[in-house]
């Protein structure tokens, strides 16, 4: 097992907001870190596959992850639970990379409660003009959903000033790179490089 505990990098953004798009590209451009995968009580949509996108679980198989206190956080979103095990942080840790959950403000808040050197993440569309294009762009859901996911939509982008960066997806490869940089800065946190500064210091002439 690695000695070196992940980084965990926490981003959220509304529905439509084009954050799984970015996070494809983070994970494939960015060595070193592993998507979270979470599990969730809802059913696989098209293309999506058990254990990959997601892990999906009855309500029962949820409740019992969390009565057993194996869920790191967990929320109720869209009449779905969705949660993060605390497997995925161990199974990070073992293979000495850092952690990527998507997961929304609620998620987020428990995350930062639990592992306060947690690196949180906020992505705005470019305007609500733009996410409601989006969001009927996709042809998938019904105008009541759709009318739900913009009501939520108002009322989690307000919540923005309670991460440590806001990102707005206007231009994707910019807001790609600038996720970049948040995560290169925080693994170069002083407190994220003592070990290999003492094994630096080891190798300067003793007085």
């Not at 906020?122 to 959903?145: D, I, K, N, T, Y």
Request: glycine letters at 8%.
């Amino acid at each position: 097992m690695s000695e070196r505990s992940p980084i965990v990098v926490v981003v959220s953004a509304p529905s439509g907001a084009g954050k799984s798009t970015v996070l494809g590209r983070i994970l494939e451009e960015l060595p070193g870190l592993r998507f979270s995968v979470s599990h969730t009580t809802r059913k696989p949509r098209e293309g999506e596959t058990d254990g990959v996108h997601y892990h999906f679980v009855t309500k029962k198989g949820f409740e019992e992850l969390k009565t057993a206190g194996r869920m790191l956080e967990w929320a109720r979103v869209h009449d779905h639970l969705y949660g993060t095990s605390h497997a995925e942080l161990e199974r990070a840790r073992r293979e000495g990379v850092d952690l990527l959950l998507d997961v929304d403000v609620q998620g987020a808040a428990q995350v930062r409660t639990k592992i306060p050197d947690a690196v949180s993440v906020f992505v705005l569309p470019p305007s609500f003009e733009a996410l409601q294009r989006r969001l009927r762009g996709r042809g998938s859901e019904s105008e009541p959903a759709i009318g739900g996911r913009l009501k939520a939509a108002a009322e989690e982008a307000s919540l923005f000033r309670e991460y440590d960066h806001t990102l707005v997806n206007d231009d994707l490869d910019r807001c790609v790179e600038s996720l970049k940089c948040v995560i290169r800065a925080a693994r170069c946190r002083t407190s994220r490089m003592l070990v290999e500064a003492a094994r630096i210091l080891e190798t300067f002439p003793k007085k």
